[in-house]
């Protein structure tokens, strides 16, 4: 199961693939425009508690990623393979109740296992979509190898995506993703509601080999403040991207319904298009409240490579 967790010290170079055996159609889609090839907003990532030394570049926020056409053709997919699930109350360690999860593969990779779900004479939206976001984060958070060249989605290895549905009672507790299963990055593409991720460094209570928390748990959304945290502002439509210090050294969380993530400056329009709780009388242009409905999410992870072996 993909929510397994665990915290080890950061690997160096993610499995890297030299053909395209894994997924025949990458490089059709290497030429093209991503989703929206556009850069990270700062704004998106309240770093006013952070802790000392805390890399803001290991964790980033692309609101707007995707279109509503875009975003519709993954919730219609993921809808489909997740109809004949049910919610359940929990996980073996504890970390999501109330949750529904299935493997949201591509033709191309049903292809590459044998497995086929549909024939489909052209590729599904969808799966472009899954395609692109790759070829994004291939291109933008796995830099250049030792030999010059750019990072590609044909030369790293990912896992299948995951789809993750989170009832608006559910909850996601403090947990870091196992290395032992996936590798340099986590990120996320939100749908149906806004929500808020909070990132607090990681502790010694967390079992490295097992990826179970040992105790010590603080409140109910996981350990207290007192070291500091970082909140990411995650709306519909936006990806989020978790590595180096941010994926290995710090937990990630998502906040409860009607939480507040304050903003360094907002415009207007952004102002009026956030979900809201009731107004708790602050100023709009700097605070935004939360309401986190039913969530929707498409986990990335490449494949976790031991570089000894």
């Not at 603080?218 to 207290?224: A, L």
């Not at 939360?290 to 490449?302: A, G, P, Q």
Request: proline share 4%.
């Amino acid at each position: 199961m993909a929510l397994s967790f665990s915290v080890l010290a950061p690997r160096r170079g993610a499995c890297r693939v030299h053909n395209n055996r894994f997924f025949p159609l990458a490089n059709a889609f290497a030429t093209q425009a991503s989703a929206v090839d556009n850069s990270p907003d700062s704004r998106y990532l309240n770093l006013r508690n952070a802790p000392k030394g805390f890399d803001a570049a290991s964790a980033v926020v692309y609101p707007g990623f995707l279109t509503d056409e875009e975003g519709k053709s993954l919730i219609k997919e993921a809808s489909k393979r997740l109809k004949r699930r049910r919610f359940e109350n929990g996980h073996w360690d504890s970390v999501i109740t109330g949750y529904r999860e299935v493997e949201l593969s591509t033709p191309d990779e049903d292809f590459s296992r044998g497995q086929h779900h549909e024939n489909h004479a052209t590729t599904p939206l969808f799966a472009r979509v899954i395609d692109e976001t790759r070829r994004h984060l291939a291109s933008k958070h796995f830099g250049i190898d030792g030999g010059g060249t750019a990072a590609t989605p044909a030369n790293v290895q990912w896992l299948p995506c995951h789809a993750i549905d989170l009832s608006a009672n559910g909850e996601l507790s403090a947990h870091v993703d196992s290395v032992k299963f996936s590798g340099e990055i986590v990120a996320g593409i939100s749908l149906l509601s806004d929500s808020i991720m909070r990132l607090r460094p990681s502790s010694s209570e967390w079992d490295s080999e097992q990826g179970t928390r040992l105790g010590g748990a603080k409140g109910k959304q996981g350990f207290d403040d007192s070291n500091g945290y970082v909140d990411l502002y995650l709306p519909r439509l936006s990806l989020y991207v978790l590595s180096g210090m941010s994926r290995y050294s710090y937990t990630h969380e998502l906040l409860p319904s009607c939480s507040t993530f304050e903003f360094s400056e907002m415009n207007d329009s952004e102002s009026q298009n956030n979900s809201k709780c009731e107004e708790d009388g602050t100023s709009a242009n700097k605070n935004v409240h939360v309401k986190r409905e039913r969530r929707l999410s498409i986990i990335f992870r490449d494949a976790y490579c031991n570089s000894n072996s």
